[in-house]
């Protein structure tokens, strides 16, 4: 089992920045991959990105490449979502996930891939 708590969600104007956390336990946390995905109201479930288990890979949807930057901290069982140049399309509601069976494939967008997950955290990008 694998048990994951998101934080940093918030309100921030366009143009801002946040960074989400996922603090993981259970499972050794260097034995798999971590996803991002988010889900505005309305819309489904959307891959944001990804990181192997190591952190030496990252794979990232087209519509924040360049603007989001996932890490991770296997000392501290963290990953993280760096997140600049806000824009209101991006207020959703944010999930950390777990994969346990594909921890060294870089490219795994299927949400169903990822067995483990977050409760989200609530981000608001105001305009």
């Known amino acids: 089992q694998v048990q994951l708590v998101e934080s940093g969600g918030g309100l921030v104007q366009a143009g801002g920045s946040l960074r989400l956390s996922c603090a993981a336990s259970?499972?050794?946390?260097?034995?798999?991959?971590m996803g991002w995905f988010r889900q505005a109201p309305g819309k489904e479930r959307e891959f944001v990105g990804r990181i192997t288990w190591s952190g030496g890979s990252t794979y990232y949807a087209d519509s924040v490449k360049g603007r989001f930057t996932i890490s991770r901290d296997n000392a501290k069982n963290t990953v993280y979502l760096q997140m600049n140049s806000l824009k209101p399309e991006d207020t959703a509601v944010y999930y950390c996930?777990?994969?346990?069976?594909?921890?060294?494939?870089?490219?795994?967008?299927?949400?169903?891939?990822?067995?483990?997950w977050g409760q989200g955290t609530q981000v608001t990008v105001s305009s």
């Open positions: 259970g499972r050794p946390f260097s034995r798999y991959a």
């Open positions: 996930a777990a994969d346990i069976r594909g921890p060294y494939i870089v490219v795994v967008v299927t949400a169903g891939a990822y067995e483990y």
